[in-house]
């Protein structure tokens, strides 16, 4: 199962530079899990696209559409308190900013043991790079 970063989940549901890479990677491998916060932070960055004029209203409508139905196909990791721990972990010990540190433990949280080696798909470098440290095996930068 990958655990998809909210950078690799919003090229996957609306027109970007990286949106063949993202779907590829997807139909590689359709079980995924996604952080609790994930849609509020695509809603966030979907708003943005518009008022920066990248997506018209029904554009933003269609990606809306896409992210529920997303929602709805993966694994939703819901916020807990081992969560909550490791992201103050995380800030400590990588320079990540707090939902970006959540997104990871969440991740983590998911893994489990420490030795697997399962895969974080981010277009974050800072993230990216956070995600090899505590593990993973990461698609991107």
Excluded at 105 to 120: D, H
Aim: with cysteine; hydrophobic share 45%.
């Amino acid at each position: 199962m990958r655990f998809w970063d909210t950078s690799a989940v919003v090229p996957l549901l609306v027109e970007e530079a990286r949106t063949i890479e993202t779907a590829t990677l997807f139909e590689e491998d359709r079980d995924f899990a996604l952080w609790w916060s994930t849609p509020v932070e695509c809603a966030s960055a979907f708003t943005r696209l518009l008022r920066e004029k990248r997506l018209d209203e029904r554009g933003l409508d269609f990606a809306f559409e896409r992210l529920d139905a997303l929602v709805e196909c993966g694994v939703m990791i819901e916020p807990c308190d081992t969560i909550r721990a490791e992201a103050r972990r995380l800030v400590r010990v990588h320079p990540l900013r707090a939902a970006d540190a959540l997104q990871l433990a969440a991740a983590i949280e998911l893994r489990g043991s420490p030795t697997l080696r399962q895969q974080f798909i981010t277009y974050d470098e800072r993230l990216a790079l956070a995600a090899r440290r505590e593990g993973f095996a990461v698609n991107a930068p």
